[in-house]
C-alpha cells in the first residue's frame, strides 16, 4: 500500500511542474484564475470518459464477447472509447478556456491551457489506475507524462491554427495525439504481445516518438517565452474561434 501511494505521487509531478511553469507565463492574476479552473475541469474530464468505458466493457460482455476477434475489441477500445474520447474530451475544454480569454489570450496561453486540462486529466487517470492496477503501471503511465506532452501537441498546433488560419494545424492537434495515445494503449495489450515477442518494444517505441515530438514543442515553448515571441496576443482569435 506504501508502494502504491509513492508511486501515485510520483506520478504527479510531471503534471504539477508543467501546471506550475505554465501557469507563471504570466502574472495576471485572471489568467492565473482560469489556469487553476483549467486544471480542475482537467481532474472531472476523466468521468464521461470512464462511463463510456463502462458502457463498453457492459455491451462487449453481454454481445461482443463472443463474435467479435479479441483484437479488433481492443483496438475499438483503446482507439475510440479511450484515445478519440480523451483527446476530444480534452480538446473541447481547452477550446472552452481558450475562448473564454478572447482577445487576450497570447500563443503561450492556448498551448498552456491545453496541457493544463491535460494535467488534470493524468492525476485523475493516475488515481484510477492506483485503485486497480500495479506500481509499476501507476509509475511508468505518470513519469512518462504522456498525457501532458499530448496536451502540449495539441496547444503547440492549435495555437499555430489560430495564428495562421491554416485548417491542417488543426487536424494535427487533434489527430497526432489521438493516434499516439491509441498506438501506446493498444501496444500495452496482452492479446498483442501473445502474437510476438517483438511486440514487447512497441510501447517503448511510442513513448520515444512521443517525448521527441514533445521536447521539441517544450523547447519552442521556452524558447518563445524567453524572447517573448510566445507573449503577445492572437489578435485574429476570435475570427477563428467565433
Known sequence: M??????????????????????SANKDQDYRKECTSTLLNGLYSVIPVCCMSALFALFKNLVLKDHVPVLVLEAFRTFVIAAVAEELVKFWLGKKHIKARGLLCSKIEVIALMTIIACGFNIT???????????????????????????????????????????KYKVFAILIPILLHGLYDFSLSKDLLALSDNMAFLPFGVILVTWIIGIRFLIKTVKGKKDGSFLFPLLNIESILG
Do not use: D
Not at 506504501?2 to 501557469?23: N, Y
Open 2 to 23: 506504501g508502494l502504491i501511494i509513492l508511486a501515485l505521487l510520483a506520478s504527479f509531478i510531471p503534471s504539477l511542474i508543467f501546471f506550475f511553469w505554465f501557469r
Open 125 to 167: 487517470e493516475s488515481c484510477v489506475y492506483a485503485i486497480g492496477s500495479n506500481v509499476i503501471t501507476v509509475l511508468v503511465r505518470g513519469v512518462c507524462a504522456l498525457h501532458e506532452f499530448y496536451g502540449l501537441m495539441m496547444g503547440f498546433w492549435y495555437a499555430k491554427y489560430i495564428e495562421t488560419g491554416e485548417t
